[in-house]
């Protein structure tokens, strides 16, 4: 039996990101029809990792593949994630984790893709485009974010492109829009390190919106068809993995 894919994301109060990785899921489901794909929350969204485990071990599974919908190696990714799988365990199945879902080309590739779709050309030599992401005070993390503003730097034209973060590190979306301007920044575009909506994409809004004139803003990566390809990867390496997996057992 071909174990699940078992996709955990943060969770949210706001209900917008929910439906979003949803809708990411269900193109996960539409490239895989054979896969049994399953959506699961950390906090604040429901349905509770360990509640959809239970499920997919009572539906007769012995195994499953936690896919966690992070995008760097931060706190829920180091803490959280192996602490929930871990919470009821037995030996009678099994959960493999798979690693986040960052460093990787297609996340920049989905990053991009949405902030040419809000009209952002590479050749726009007045334009600085923020690289916004949620922050952690993990620092590799962040540095992932600000690797990424470095290449799209090195392969346009505009006048800057900088990482910024929501919390936890700096510099800010205000701080980034200084420096920007500083460049020779005329126009200010905000493109997004995040997956759905919710709190910390709305402040980076908010702060673009009170420090730049009609700044140009990126959705969420969402749905994007690279990033459901990259979860199926991540299912996938987990699975063939020929050392070291990462493994639990939980009660029956």
Same mark, same amino acid.
């Given at each position: 039996?071909?174990p699940?894919?078992?996709?955990?994301?943060h969770?949210?109060?706001d209900p917008?990101? &929910? +439906?979003t990785?949803h &809708?990411?899921?269900?193109?996960?489901?539409d490239r895989?029809?054979?896969?049994? /794909?399953?959506t699961? !929350?950390?906090d604040?969204?429901?349905p509770r *990792?360990?509640?959809?485990?239970?499920?997919?071990?009572?539906? $007769?599974h012995r %195994?499953? /593949?936690?896919v966690?919908?992070l *995008?760097?190696?931060? @706190?829920?990714?180091?803490v959280?994630v192996?602490? #929930?799988?871990?919470?009821?365990?037995?030996? =009678?199945f099994?959960?493999?984790?798979a690693?986040?879902?960052?460093p990787?080309?297609r996340?920049?590739?989905?990053? =991009?893709?949405?902030l040419? %779709?809000?009209?952002v050309?590479? %050749?726009?030599?007045?334009?600085?485009?923020?690289l916004a992401g949620? $922050?952690s005070s993990?620092?590799p993390?962040?540095?992932?974010?600000?690797?990424? +503003?470095?290449? =799209?730097? %090195?392969?346009?034209a =505009?006048a800057?492109?900088?990482?910024? !973060?929501?919390?936890a590190a700096?510099?800010? /979306?205000? #701080?980034a829009?200084?420096a920007?301007?500083r460049?020779?920044?005329?126009?200010i575009?905000?493109?997004?390190? !995040? *997956? #759905?909506?919710?709190?910390?994409?709305?402040? /980076?809004?908010g702060?673009?919106?009170?420090? #730049?004139?009609?700044p140009l803003i990126?959705?969420?990566?969402?749905?994007?068809p690279g990033?459901?390809?990259l979860v199926?990867d991540? @299912? &996938?390496?987990t699975?063939?993995?020929?050392?070291?997996?990462?493994e639990y057992?939980?009660?029956?």
């Amino acid at each position: 039996m071909t174990p699940p894919l078992v996709a955990v994301a943060h969770g949210s109060r706001d209900p917008r990101s &929910a +439906a979003t990785i949803h &809708a990411l899921m269900d193109v996960v489901r539409d490239r895989r029809p054979d896969l049994d /794909v399953r959506t699961a !929350f950390l906090d604040l969204s429901a349905p509770r *990792l360990g509640d959809v485990l239970d499920a997919v071990h009572g539906d $007769g599974h012995r %195994e499953a /593949v936690v896919v966690p919908l992070l *995008l760097g190696r931060a @706190y829920h990714a180091r803490v959280d994630v192996p602490a #929930a799988v871990a919470e009821a365990s037995t030996p =009678w199945f099994r959960v493999h984790v798979a690693d986040v879902l960052g460093p990787d080309p297609r996340l920049d590739a989905a990053a =991009w893709r949405r902030l040419a %779709e809000v009209g952002v050309s590479p %050749e726009d030599p007045d334009l600085g485009v923020i690289l916004a992401g949620a $922050g952690s005070s993990h620092a590799p993390a962040n540095q992932l974010v600000s690797d990424v +503003a470095a290449r =799209w730097q %090195e392969r346009t034209a =505009w006048a800057g492109a900088v990482a910024a !973060f929501a919390a936890a590190a700096d510099p800010d /979306v205000p #701080a980034a829009v200084a420096a920007l301007r500083r460049r020779g920044a005329r126009r200010i575009a905000v493109a997004s390190w !995040f *997956l #759905a909506p919710g709190l910390l994409p709305d402040r /980076v809004i908010g702060h673009a919106h009170d420090h #730049a004139d009609e700044p140009l803003i990126a959705a969420p990566m969402a749905d994007d068809p690279g990033v459901a390809d990259l979860v199926l990867d991540r @299912y &996938a390496q987990t699975l063939t993995a020929a050392t070291d997996p990462v493994e639990y057992s939980r009660a029956l």
